[in-house]
């Protein structure tokens, strides 16, 4: 019997997104988590800019902080904005941190952010996910995978 797909987050508008994460990384489990903002980075993420191309996540102390993610400054925001590389803290319950902590120690996972979306009450939230690292052979692999589907595509276009 096959294992049941897991439930899809609420996610109603996508600010930015890690694509390369699924090319580097196989995704083992991902998480849903808040994150502690201020208020000119909120607003600067409601007009659709952020990136986390080349962001990770850690656990410190009990706590889950995202690093080198980066949200430009708010162009209204004069000397109230903050600073567009800064740490920002996770917000998720103390069983999924000691579940990530574990699954990092013990198996060597990697933590990294896959997007940072609003759900549908206007939270900002962060989908983490625990990964492995891809071989190079794996890549391959994926690119031929993709290639296929690809073509699979083309010929049953044509065909139709």
Do not use: C
């Not at 903002?37 to 656990?59: F, H, M, P």
Request: proline share 3%.
């Amino acid at each position: 019997m096959s294992k049941a797909l897991p439930t899809p987050f609420d996610k109603t508008k996508v600010v930015a997104e890690n694509r390369r994460a699924r090319y580097d990384y196989f995704v083992e489990e991902r998480f849903e988590a808040g994150i502690a903002l201020q208020g000119t980075e909120v607003k600067a993420l409601r007009t659709g800019e952020g990136s986390i191309a080349e962001s990770y996540a850690t656990v410190e102390d009990e706590e889950v902080w995202l690093i080198n993610s980066s949200i430009p400054q708010y162009g209204a925001g004069s000397w109230m904005n903050h600073e567009p590389r800064r740490r920002r803290k996770l917000l998720l319950k103390q069983r999924e941190i000691n579940k990530m902590h574990g699954a990092i120690n013990r198996q060597g996972l990697t933590l990294i952010p896959l997007s940072i979306y609003f759900n549908s009450s206007g939270k900002a939230k962060v989908e983490l996910a625990l990964a492995r690292g891809k071989k190079v052979h794996d890549k391959r692999d994926t690119i031929k995978e993709r290639d296929w589907k690809r073509e699979q595509g083309r010929l049953l276009r044509n065909r139709g």
